[in-house]
């Protein structure tokens, strides 16, 4: 089992720059291939990135490739995620996500995940 605890979040203005952490409990972090999602109010979950256990590979959601980028630290049980460019519509709740095997078909799936973090707010303002 692992634990996600994500930080970073705030409010920041169109056009800035923020980045959210996402750390990991447990001993065996490189056995997890991990996600971004977000939820806007009154929106279902939206991927936004994963990244695979070695860190080699990265996927994004279109809406975020040039913009976002995932990254991770194994030796810091750590992933985290680079938010450029930031327009209102990046407004939501992200959440870590992890599960342990190898990315796959249908890692752009909420399903396909089996732990989550709690969330962090980021809030961009126009």
């Known amino acids: 089992q692992v634990q996600l605890v994500e930080s970073g979040g705030g409010l920041v203005q169109a056009g800035g720059s923020l980045k959210l952490s996402c750390a990991a409990s447990?001993?065996?972090?490189?056995?997890?291939?991990m996600g971004w999602f977000r939820q806007a109010p009154g929106k279902g979950r939206e991927f936004v990135a994963a990244i695979s256990r070695s860190g080699a590979n990265a996927y994004y959601a279109d809406s975020m490739k040039g913009r976002f980028t995932i990254s991770r630290e194994n030796a810091n049980n750590a992933v985290y995620l680079r938010m450029n460019s930031l327009k209102p519509e990046d407004t939501a709740v992200y959440y870590c996500?992890?599960?342990?095997?190898?990315?796959?078909?249908?890692?752009?799936?909420?399903?396909?995940?089996?732990?989550w973090g709690q969330g962090t707010q980021v809030t961009v303002s126009s």
């Open positions: 447990g001993r065996t972090f490189t056995s997890y291939s």
């Open positions: 996500a992890a599960r342990g095997r190898e990315l796959q078909i249908g890692v752009q799936m909420s399903s396909w995940y089996a732990y």
